[in-house]
């Protein structure tokens, strides 16, 4: 007899609609969450990636944006067991308040720093900025996720976290090229103002809520307050249940496997695109809009006609496909323009360029967006929260040994090199998955109601 996805109940939900989320933002306090997760997430992506042009403008050097992106993400890793005990202890709104507001003044102390002159030829406060405005955001994730329950009914906590999960994404991706359009228009300096200014929206968000989002104990430490040693344990556990679910399901392996491969390969583009810029599409890193405006554009698209195909048209069929396209537009993007450079036919670097972002956006697109929908469809949602928080913890982990090493490999080799091998190390992926029919993992699926 066949094995059963364990993780595949009878029928799971599909993904939302949008009407669904319609539904959701008429609820006043839940809408009000929702923008102040909105805001408070352009606010963090403007500060990063302002920090990346900051760094490199310093230093020149692609392991030092590698290492910063290192600062930003690890504490999320060491951070998120207090910061879920913080949330369970005190009142969600004021830690949501005052998280917001710190990290506000953290951003500007970055134009304070240079203005003064104190970072102006040093990097080392900028990666302690870093350090303690990560460890003040771990502060916000869980308050707001524990808050999402107390604002709407339980029927629609599914495309409540839906919602959340979608727009996390999609402010990563608008947030960096906004960051670099308003660098291009206000200076270096501008972001970390939109951001501060950001910031401070959220805030005034979650104190216009009226819902009371005190403090909840959980129902197992109830009567008697949780130590960090329990909590540790009960984290555990809830990895460990995680770990089992992930692993006796073949979808939920293939699901997050190829996320992580997505985000490895943002967080890297990241990393390079400033130096990229510069060294070999001969602009100014400021430019970087050049590349993640067109990639943008490309990925909601793709995202836009995903979400709106049924779930048996293929989702597996199309996470291969994609990442053949983006494997092609890196392979194109690391090889093609220094040729071009060296036959002096600079005009056409950046079309090319523009042209091959879209490309890749269109391919990131279809990897992360079918992936983030077969994890929702194929998980339950008693478990659906453990199995995300667990899941990127590991994926935070996983991203820093190939951040290191794209920085330090490009510093020898350039990154044109570093974005050709990842477009190999992709197609190389893509063809496994077609020689292993990866997208017979469709079968799986649960069809449509």
């Avoid at 216009?208 to 130590?227: F, H, M, P, Y």
């Avoid at 679910?245 to 943002?266: E, H, K, N, Q």
């Avoid at 053949?324 to 450079?341: D, K, N, S």
Wanted: cysteine-free; charged content about 10%.
């Amino acid at each position: 007899m066949a094995a059963v996805d364990p993780i595949a109940p009878a029928p799971p939900p599909t993904a939302p609609d949008v009407a669904g989320f319609r539904r959701l933002l008429r609820l006043r306090d839940f809408r009000l969450l929702w923008l102040a997760q909105v805001a408070a997430q352009l606010g963090d992506k403007f500060f990063a990636f302002s920090l990346l042009l900051s760094i490199y403008a310093l230093t020149h050097a692609y392991i030092s944006d590698a290492a910063l992106l290192l600062a930003y993400t690890i504490p999320s890793v060491f951070l998120s067991v207090p910061a879920g005990i913080i949330a369970d202890q005190w009142d969600k709104q004021a830690v949501m308040l005052w998280s917001n507001l710190a990290r506000g003044a953290l951003v500007l102390g970055v134009p304070a720093l240079e203005l003064t002159g104190i970072a102006q030829h040093q990097a080392a406060p900028l990666y302690a900025i870093t350090l303690v405005f990560a460890g003040v955001g771990q502060l916000f994730a869980p308050a707001e996720a524990a808050s999402i329950p107390v604002l709407v009914p339980r029927e629609q906590l599914v495309p409540a976290t839906s919602l959340f999960t979608i727009t996390l994404i999609l402010t990563i991706v608008v947030a960096v090229p906004a960051a670099s359009i308003a660098q291009t228009f206000f200076g270096l300096e501008g972001p970390y103002y939109f951001g501060a200014a950001l910031f401070l929206g959220s805030g005034v968000a979650i104190w216009a809520i009226r819902t009371k989002l005190s403090r909840q104990r959980d129902a197992a430490w109830a009567g008697e307050e949780v130590s960090l040693r329990q909590r540790l344990r009960q984290v555990a556990g809830e990895v460990g249940v995680a770990y089992q679910l992930v692993r006796g399901s073949r979808i939920l392996r293939f699901a997050f496997s190829v996320l992580t491969v997505a985000l490895v390969v943002v967080f890297t583009i990241f990393a390079l695109s400033a130096g990229y810029m510069q060294q070999v599409l001969r602009q100014s890193p400021r430019d970087s809009a050049i590349l993640l405006l067109p990639a943008t554009v490309g990925m909601i698209a793709m995202g836009v006609a995903v979400t709106r195909r049924a779930a048996h048209v293929g989702r597996a069929r199309t996470i291969v496909l994609g990442l053949g396209a983006t494997g092609v537009a890196m392979l194109v993007l690391g090889v093609l323009p220094p040729i071009l450079g060296h036959l002096r036919v600079d005009g056409a670097l950046v079309p090319l360029a523009v042209g091959l972002a879209l490309l890749f956006g269109l391919g990131l697109g279809a990897v992360m967006i079918p992936a983030l929908v077969l994890i929702q469809e194929h998980t339950e949602e008693a478990t659906r929260g453990t199995i995300f928080g667990g899941a990127f913890v590991a994926i935070n982990l996983a991203i820093a040994l190939p951040l290191l090493v794209a920085g330090a490999v490009a510093d020898i080799f350039g990154a044109n090199v570093v974005i050709a091998a990842a477009g190999v190390l992709l197609l190389g992926t893509a063809g496994v998955g077609r020689l292993r029919r990866w997208g017979r993992l469709d079968a799986a699926a649960v069809e449509p109601r």
